[in-house]
């Protein structure tokens, strides 16, 4: 496994996604606080990571980057271009730069970055914030096995880590990116069947929540496909079958479906 000890790395933009890896890489004790740095304009939130997390703080993203062995850029896709193009300067081709930006693409990157920067892209999701995210990653032009290794290792700070091509990062976002948010709906409908039946709310939440938990980590634990150990709870005439029959006529796997469709459709409208 790659060793990323010794690196020093700025994160540009410390907000949600780009604040839930300064915690994971300090929190799970894969760099010192002292090689990590938070670049954002809110002074608040920089006061608020140097203080929680003892991590170097600077409003200067340029500044930032020239020290650095590794840049993260966790910008708003909005804005990226214009906060981006001064680091052009700055970095060289021993440096890494990698995007956990929503909808923008390497070559965008490049670009802007000009040179033979290499730059990783990847998709975490929200989940990063507890260290459970799952992240896809894929090379730009100039990113070799090293970079992508470096990529994986700084990334798997806040959770685990897939490759795949970058055709199908809008499907991640679309999947994975989004998906946290179809969990909640799953997980608070659940809830409140147990509610229509008598159940209260926070004893129906907790239910719900924790057999959501069970059954994603029975699913990665035990290797086995859904589809199996779904039978293995399902007997004849019993009452899983009847609630799987409510669900079937209800259109719950087709509407799951075509959630993610939608997201992965608005990623594709939303990139760079």
Avoid at 40 to 69: F, K, M, P, W, Y
Avoid at 142 to 156: I, T, Y
């Amino acid at each position: 496994m790659y060793e990323i000890g010794d690196i020093r790395i700025a994160v540009v933009g410390a907000g949600n996604m780009g604040g839930a890896l300064i915690a994971g890489l300090v929190q799970s004790g894969a760099l010192p606080p002292e090689q990590v740095t938070a670049v954002d304009i809110d002074d608040e939130l920089l006061r608020s990571h140097r203080r929680t997390l003892g991590v170097n703080t600077i409003r200067d993203a340029a500044a930032a980057a020239a020290e650095q062995d590794v840049v993260v850029l966790g910008l708003k896709p909005q804005v990226w271009a214009s906060v981006v193009a001064p680091l052009a300067t700055m970095l060289s081709g021993r440096q890494l730069v990698i995007s956990i930006m929503g909808g923008v693409r390497t070559v965008a990157i490049e670009e802007v970055l000009g040179g033979r920067i290499p730059v990783v892209r990847a998709m975490p999701n929200i989940l990063a914030q507890i260290r459970a995210s799952v992240t896809a990653i894929c090379p730009g032009e100039f990113a070799q096995e090293s970079h992508m290794a470096a990529a994986e290792a700084v990334l798997e700070s806040v959770g685990a880590s897939v490759r795949l091509s970058e055709a199908q990062m809008d499907a991640v976002t679309g999947l994975s990116g989004s998906g946290p948010a179809f969990v909640y709906v799953i997980i608070d409908a659940l809830a409140d069947g147990g509610v229509r039946m008598g159940i209260p709310k926070p004893v129906a939440l907790k239910l719900a929540a924790e057999t959501v938990f069970g059954g994603a980590k029975m699913v990665i634990e035990s290797g086995q496909h859904p589809a199996v150990l779904k039978d293995q709870v399902t007997s004849a005439g019993g009452t899983t079958i009847a609630g799987l029959q409510a669900l079937e006529l209800g259109g719950f796997r087709a509407a799951l479906m075509k959630a993610v469709e939608a997201a992965t459709r608005r990623s594709e409208e939303l990139g760079t």
